[in-house]
């Protein structure tokens, strides 16, 4: 069952992937499998490691080691980039929130946004 779900995972983790080359460890640990399921495969864009996907469930231990390794990887580095998103989604909420703010009236009552406070002074 958890051949299964790594079969499952690897395969949809580098569909995307799938564009580029395949990344050093799984070629070295799937050179075997990709001579013998994919030599037809003409190199290049992707299609070696789209094929060795395609046969995950015929590779070995080693080569489902090294996919399993580097979709670890893959997450890993989403994973920060998606932090990284959304620490700057946060700030930029925060100075949007402090630069909106009601414009307080002389009698300090607030005026809504985009309405002009009394004085004149026009609301942000």
Known sequence: MRAL???????LAFAGAAQAQVP???AAACTAESLKLCSGVVPGGGRIL???????????????????EELAKRD????????????AAKKAAAKNAATSKDA???????????TTAPGGAAKQ
Do not use: F, M, R, Y
């Open 24 to 26: 050093p460890k799984i």
């Open 50 to 68: 789209e094929c060795i996907i395609a046969h995950v469930e015929q590779v070995g231990a080693t080569c489902k080691t090294a996919l399993s």
């Open 76 to 87: 890993a580095a989403k994973g920060d980039a998606a932090a990284a998103k959304a620490a």
């Open 104 to 114: 307080a009236t002389p009698n300090g009552a607030t005026a809504p946004a985009g």
């Open 5 to 11: 779900a790594l079969t499952a995972v690897a395969a």
